[in-house]
C-alpha cells in the first residue's frame, strides 16, 4: 500500500516528508555539521514534528498501515522515536503503537524499539536490546534487563540475535566513520 492508497494520504504524506527531513537533521548533527543556531532550529523543528504526530494521535490513535500506509507508518515511528525530549509523550506513543500491533496494524519491532527507547530515557534497563550507545571508541549497549535471555526475548519480537544485530551496526558505524562521520557520544538503535 502506498501513501496514496492510504485512508489519509495527506497524512502520509506529512508523515513521510516530516520523517526524512527529520533523518537529514540527525546525520548533519552525528557529523556535527550544524552550528549553534542550525542547532537551535533543529531543536525547535524536532518539537514541530512532535507536536503534530501528538495531534494526529490524540485525533487517528496510531497512524497505522491501514490508516496511512506502511512506510508512513514507519515515518511515524521514527518521529515519536526521535522525540526524546518530551518523554511523556514518547510513552503515550508507544501504549498507541502497542495497541496498533495487537490490531494487526503496526509492527510488532517498532513498538519494541520504541518500548526500549522509552526505559532508555527513564534510566532503566531496556528490554529488547535496541538501544545503544555511539561514543568514540565504539558502541555501547544500553543497560539490558536479564541478558542471559536477551536472545530470546528478541526473537519474541523478530529481532535477530543481539550478536549479529551488534555486528551489523558496527559494520555500519566504520563505514559511516571512513565516509568523514562523527565519534559524537550518541543515543542509537539496533535492530
Same mark, same amino acid.
Given at each position: 500500500?502506498?501513501?496514496? =492508497?492510504?485512508?489519509?494520504?495527506?497524512?502520509?504524506?506529512? #508523515?513521510?516528508? $516530516?520523517?526524512?527531513?527529520?533523518?537529514? &537533521?540527525?546525520?548533519? /548533527?552525528? $557529523?556535527?555539521?550544524?552550528?549553534?543556531?542550525?542547532l537551535?532550529?533543529?531543536?525547535?523543528a524536532?518539537?514541530?514534528? !512532535?507536536?503534530?504526530?501528538? /495531534? *494526529?494521535?490524540?485525533?487517528?490513535?496510531?497512524?497505522?498501515? &491501514?490508516?496511512?500506509?506502511?512506510?508512513?507508518?514507519?515515518?511515524?515511528?521514527?518521529?515519536?522515536?526521535?522525540?526524546?525530549?518530551?518523554?511523556?509523550?514518547?510513552?503515550?506513543?508507544?501504549?498507541?503503537?502497542?495497541r496498533a500491533?495487537?490490531?494487526?496494524?503496526?509492527?510488532? %519491532?517498532?513498538?519494541?524499539?520504541?518500548?526500549? &527507547? !522509552?526505559?532508555?530515557?527513564? +534510566? /532503566?534497563?531496556?528490554?529488547?536490546?535496541?538501544? #545503544?550507545?555511539?561514543?568514540?571508541?565504539? *558502541?555501547e #549497549?544500553?543497560? @539490558?534487563?536479564?541478558?542471559d535471555?536477551?536472545? %530470546?526475548?528478541?526473537?519474541? @519480537? +523478530?529481532?535477530?540475535?543481539?550478536? *549479529?544485530?551488534?555486528?551489523? @551496526?558496527? &559494520?555500519?558505524?566504520?563505514?559511516d566513520? %571512513?565516509?568523514?562521520?562523527?565519534? !559524537?557520544?550518541?543515543?542509537? =538503535?539496533?535492530?
Amino acid at each position: 500500500m502506498t501513501a496514496a =492508497e492510504s485512508l489519509r494520504p495527506d497524512l502520509a504524506r506529512e #508523515l513521510i516528508a $516530516r520523517a526524512a527531513q527529520s533523518a537529514a &537533521r540527525r546525520a548533519k /548533527r552525528l $557529523r556535527n555539521q550544524l552550528d549553534a543556531v542550525q542547532l537551535g532550529q533543529d531543536r525547535h523543528a524536532d518539537h514541530a514534528d !512532535t507536536k503534530i504526530l501528538r /495531534r *494526529i494521535l490524540a485525533e487517528h490513535d496510531w497512524p497505522g498501515h &491501514r490508516l496511512v500506509g506502511p512506510e508512513a507508518a514507519r515515518a511515524a515511528w521514527s518521529l515519536a522515536l526521535h522525540a526524546d525530549d518530551d518523554a511523556d509523550f514518547q510513552r503515550a506513543a508507544t501504549i498507541l503503537l502497542e495497541r496498533a500491533v495487537q490490531d494487526g496494524d503496526a509492527r510488532i %519491532q517498532h513498538w519494541a524499539q520504541l518500548y526500549d &527507547r !522509552t526505559l532508555v530515557n527513564s +534510566g /532503566r534497563p531496556q528490554e529488547f536490546g535496541t538501544q #545503544l550507545l555511539l561514543a568514540p571508541t565504539g *558502541i555501547e #549497549l544500553c543497560l @539490558v534487563r536479564a541478558p542471559d535471555s536477551l536472545d %530470546q526475548r528478541r526473537a519474541s @519480537v +523478530g529481532l535477530s540475535p543481539i550478536a *549479529i544485530a551488534l555486528e551489523k @551496526v558496527r &559494520r555500519r558505524i566504520a563505514q559511516d566513520r %571512513q565516509a568523514g562521520g562523527s565519534s !559524537t557520544v550518541v543515543l542509537a =538503535e539496533v535492530a
